[in-house]
Nanobody, 117 residues
Framework: VQLVESGGGLVQTGGSLRLSCATS????????MGWYQQAPGQQRELVAS???????NYRDSVKDRFTISRDNGNNTVYLQMNSLKPEDTGVYYC????????????WGQGTQVTVSS
């Protein structure tokens, strides 16, 4: 199983970034995919998720600013981040909810997002 994130970077407040997570080794079309943020000194927290059927869920603080989407043909999940704020700074990780009970949750290596004020 491999999850590879890309698209992070340094951006000013109000800017935009688009994160991508390319996957292999999972049944992507059936998997619920998620993006997590780990802010400096904080625990990893869910930002957004999308089910295999396309149902989305967002943390309240990113609603109306972030959009999660998926491309089942390319086994890739995206996070469009608009109107970025300094509190959005952190390492963003991609993950897949295991389809088999008890299986380990896979994570990508993370991509750094830094929003300057």
């Amino acid at each position: 199983v491999q999850l590879v994130e890309s698209g992070g970077g340094l951006v000013q407040t109000g800017g935009s970034l688009r994160l991508s997570c390319a996957t292999s080794g999972i049944i992507f079309s059936l998997s619920t995919m998620g993006w997590y943020q780990q802010a400096p000194g904080q625990q990893r927290e869910l930002v957004a998720s999308i089910s295999g059927g396309g149902t989305t869920n967002y943390r309240d603080s990113v609603k109306d600013r972030f959009t999660i989407s998926r491309d089942n043909g390319n086994n890739t999940v995206y996070l469009q981040m608009n109107s970025l704020k300094p509190e959005d700074t952190g390492v963003y990780y991609c993950t897949a909810t295991p389809l088999r009970f008890g299986a380990a949750r896979p994570w990508g290596q993370g991509t750094q997002v830094t929003v300057s004020s």
